[in-house]
């Protein structure tokens, strides 16, 4: 799975939280100052061609949607970032976000709590 440049990582989001969104509609979620219809256009296209988005004929316009759920993406960035910056490593990753984001003693608590509860 390729990695999405911040534009395209944008659209994914607005159809991720849509659904089913037809080019007008992704634009509304774009933040400020909105893109041109055109350059929406053409990402999307690359979008489906690089397989992230497919496409539905509703009349005479495409509505698109998501081919990779947002699950399968996170967890896409999430390996290449553990991998590329924390050696692989979960525990050097989570350290790093304990010392940088001066995370409490209770939120390190909850983490723990979340993961654990996951791997029930």
């Known amino acids: ?17 849509l659904e089913n ?4 509609e992704i634009i509304q979620e774009m933040p400020d100052p909105k893109p041109h219809y055109n350059t929406i256009a053409t990402l999307v296209k ?33 390996k290449d970032i553990v991998s590329q910056y924390f050696d692989n490593s979960y525990p050097s990753m989570l350290a790093f976000f304990a010392k940088e984001q001066k995370i409490s003693d209770e939120e390190l608590n909850e983490i723990v709590n979340l993961i654990k509860s996951q791997k029930k």
Do not use: C, P, T
Request: net charge positive; hydrophobic share 45%.
């Open 46 to 78: 690359i979008l489906e061609d690089k397989g992230f988005l497919g496409h539905e004929i509703i009349g005479n316009i495409f509505r698109y949607s998501a081919v990779i759920s947002k699950d399968e993406y996170q967890k896409h960035a999430m």
């Open 21 to 24: 969104a037809f080019i007008k």
């Open 1 to 17: 799975m390729q990695k999405l440049a911040k534009r395209e990582e944008q659209i994914m989001q607005a159809v991720w939280q």
